[in-house]
Structures are given as structure tokens and as C-alpha cells.
């Protein structure tokens, strides 16, 4: 099984900051990472997929990149809707697919 | 409008058995990948498991094989998550989500979620 470990798990900003999400793999995932964006109370929304390409209806303040097995959501210029959990999931090599422990991101 | 439609709160005890569904509309139900996705209390996301609903092929996370039953209906777009015999540690929130758009195994479409609670 695939894990994915996420850093940090708690990511305090301000309004209007970049806040940077990392990501890393066990193993080699290729490009097949999402990042999703869950807000409380609410279902889990996808952002990106294909570890860079935005799904549709996402601001272009969310982008995505990979290095090798690091993976990394970026949220420019954070706005007061942003700050929620985000996880990310390996659908490289299945079942089982998996998530990653999630990063809160917190008003600072 | 592409949307999954779950069923509504359970509360059950510890030892019944246990059907949850998904109905999926706005989409060819049975030609995408349908999963579902755990969340426990305060806790992250865990895949348990997927079923193509044209051919039934059903595929289950090794920490869920035995434990639960997906299946589904194409005939009703709707899919469900069974369970034989609950336990306390099955109280959780359940969402079903599906492979619609994207051309990829990322869930791109969500449930609103069930919540099941078991106690005695």
C-alpha cells in the first residue's frame, strides 16, 4: 500500500498570503495525485488532478506541481474561503487508492 | 446537473445489519467508477472501495475486504454500501463519490455524506 504523508499538518495564514502544501509519496505515483479541499461540515470538493490540472469551476489561485514523489498544492493569495482541510490521494496503483492525513489551513 | 444523492442518518446498534445508497443522476451511471470514502469522527479520508456498475467488477481496500459489500443497480443508478454486522467503530460519516469528468480514478463528484452511528 501506497502511503502518502502530508506536511505540516496545521498551516497558519494570513488573508492574502501563499500558503504552500506538501505532499510525498512511498513510492512512485507518477503524475497520479488530487488534491482535495474539505470545509466543515461539508463533502470533500476535488481541486486538482493529474497532480497540476485544475478541475472544473477552481480558481486559478490553486495550483499544482510535482518533484519525483513530493507533490505541492499551492493557494495564492489566500482568500477567507480557503481556509479548510486538503488532502491528497494517489490513484496510481489501486485498490487500495489513498489519501494522505490531511493539512489544516488556519486563519493565523 | 450531475449529482449523487445519498440516503439519510442511521442510527443502529451494535450487531445489525446495515444498507446505505448513492443514486447517481445527470451522467452515464454505468460507465464511471463509484467508490466509498470513510471519515470517522474528527479523523481524514479513507478509501474502502470501488464498483464498476456496467460490469459489477468491484475492488476493495485490503483494510475493508470482508468487512463491507458494495454493490449497485444500474438500472436505478444507485449504489450501495452493506454491512452484515455493524460495530461501534463503523460510526463514521460514509460519503460515495464518483470518476465522472475527469478521464481519471479521482472522485470528481461527491454525496453529501451519510452519517452512521452505532451504539448500545
Known amino acids: 500500500e501506497i502511503v502518502m504523508t502530508q506536511s505540516p499538518a496545521t498551516l497558519s495564514v494570513s488573508p492574502g498570503e501563499t500558503a504552500t502544501l506538501s505532499c510525498r509519496a512511498s513510492q512512485s505515483v507518477r503524475s497520479n495525485v488530487a488534491w482535495y479541499q474539505q470545509k466543515p461540515g461539508q463533502a470533500p470538493r476535488l481541486l486538482i488532478y493529474?497532480?497540476?490540472t485544475r478541475a472544473t469551476g477552481i480558481p486559478a489561485r490553486f495550483s499544482g506541481s510535482e518533484s519525483g514523489t513530493e507533490f505541492t498544492l499551492t493557494i495564492s493569495s489566500l482568500q477567507s474561503e480557503d481556509f479548510a482541510v486538503y488532502y491528497c490521494?494517489?490513484?496510481?496503483?489501486?485498490?487500495?487508492?489513498?489519501f494522505g492525513g490531511g493539512t489544516k489551513v488556519e486563519f493565523k | 446537473e450531475v449529482q449523487l444523492v445519498q440516503s439519510g442518518v442511521e442510527v443502529k446498534k451494535p450487531g445489525e445489519s446495515l444498507k446505505i445508497s448513492c443514486k447517481g443522476s445527470?451522467?452515464?451511471?454505468?460507465?464511471?467508477?463509484i467508490g466509498w470514502v470513510r471519515q470517522m469522527p474528527g479523523k481524514g479520508l479513507e478509501w474502502m472501495g470501488v464498483i464498476y456498475p456496467g460490469d459489477s467488477d468491484t475492488r476493495y481496500s485490503p483494510s475493508f475486504q470482508g468487512q463491507v459489500t458494495i454493490s449497485a443497480d444500474k438500472s436505478t443508478s444507485t449504489a450501495y454500501l452493506q454491512w452484515s454486522s455493524l460495530k461501534a467503530s463503523d460510526t463514521a460519516i460514509y460519503y460515495c463519490?464518483?470518476?465522472?469528468?475527469?478521464?481519471?480514478?479521482?472522485?470528481?463528484?461527491w454525496g453529501q455524506g451519510t452519517m452512521v452511528t452505532v451504539s448500545s
Open positions: 445527470g451522467y452515464s451511471f454505468s460507465v464511471k467508477w
Open positions: 490521494q494517489q490513484y496510481n496503483n489501486w485498490p487500495p487508492s489513498t
Open positions: 493529474g497532480a497540476s
Open positions: 463519490a464518483s470518476t465522472v469528468k475527469t478521464g481519471t480514478t479521482a472522485f470528481d463528484i
